[in-house]
């Protein structure tokens, strides 16, 4: 659902942009927002999950997922409207802070990289259906649709999850369950990480319009560097962590975390820009443009699940770099053949290999940097590779629009 509401609202953006008659500086804020509050929620959703119990933080999330798409719909102005996503992106950081953690909870280790590409075949379905999706409704019933979409499938969603999914603290052993074991919730390690990353993502999001120079850029940036070194010098001496940063000692666990920052800093931006090259350049409608996404989205369907299967047999290694040399040769390919007159074939082919690229790394190295952890540590962990992809996603979308 968060994937769908995702890829519809990019293509109803263009749409959005016109009808509040602003620019496209602007209208991204209602992407940017959104992933910001996903960004900075996402560790403490995560470790939150892990002492309390994912069901109870999950369904909270989508609660809020919910009545934010419904208060999207509504919103007679922009900034009302980026509001909301910034409070459904709070819901979103609870969903996902906790889905992934549950899926890998269930599963052997022996057969962790199966259950992450059947994940990552489940985002690549939602990223089908949220650019056709969105297309459709944006041509058929207008922009506010890709919102209202969302209400009647979060309820259904959550009557399913409260019948579907283990209560109580079923992803702690019975030891930690004990209120004397458990571990308290790192209010310092959350407070601290959550106004390091919104200084920061912050910064990078703005200093197109306001530049290097500007006093709000400096202090900004002095205060998300200083934030982030008293986040590590705080966890390095909590005796219950938020994040254990000692975690990156392990090699799988570092070179992991880079290589995926590193990977969605590269697809970002140009998954975002391409509704408007498509649009405005090459003249398709919203409807084309939904329907032309399917082809890339329908890769990582359909590879996602069989690498995740092969690299339990075969390892991570050979799949993750592969997987980014198809999508490096994919977006140098774009880089240097689009223009105006392109064929949108070109267009396809090359977001259907950098797709597959994609399906070929993520859940090896998602495995592999589950394996170098505890179960204990699996929803922050879990957390933090998807703190990944969105804080670049914050990154990457604001160099591009400047």
Known sequence: MTVVDHGSVIIALPEIES?????????????????????????????????????????????IFVLAAALAGTSPSLNLLIG???????????IQGNGM??????????????????HLSVVGTGAIAGPALGGILVSALGWRSVFFVNVPIGLITIAVSLLVLAGGTANRSPRESSSLDRPSF????????A?????????????????????AILIGALTGVSSLGVFIWWELRSAAPMLDLRLFRRKLVALGIAAG????????AARFMMPFYLQRVLEYSPRDIGLLMIPPALCMVIVGPVTGQLSDRFGWRPFTFSGLALSAVAWFVLATRLSETSSVALVIA????????????????????????????????????????NSANVISVAVATA
């Open 84 to 94: 909301a996503k910034v409070l459904q992106g709070v819901g979103s950081a609870m």
């Open 186 to 193: 790192d209010w310092g390690g959350a407070l601290l990480s």
């Open 350 to 389: 090359m977001l259907m290999l950098q797709s597959t690229g994609t399906a070929l790394f993520n859940s090896p190295n998602n495995s592999s940097i589950m394996s170098a952890v505890e179960r204990s540590s699996y929803g922050v962990m879990s957390s933090l590779t998807q703190l990944v992809r």
């Open 195 to 215: 106004f390091a990353l919104l200084a920061l993502l912050l910064v990078v999001g703005n200093l197109n319009r306001m530049g290097w120079d500007s006093p």
């Open 19 to 63: 009808h509040f008659s602003t620019d496209l500086p602007t209208v991204q804020w209602i992407i940017l927002g959104y992933a910001l509050a996903i960004s900075v929620l996402l560790l403490p959703m995560g470790r939150l999950g892990d002492l309390v119990g994912r069901k109870q933080v999950y369904i909270g999330g989508l609660v």
């Open 261 to 268: 920052w590193i990977a969605f800093l590269g697809t970002s």
């Open 101 to 118: 953690a549950t899926i890998i909870s269930v599963f052997s280790g022996e057969e962790r990289g199966k259950a992450l590409g059947f």
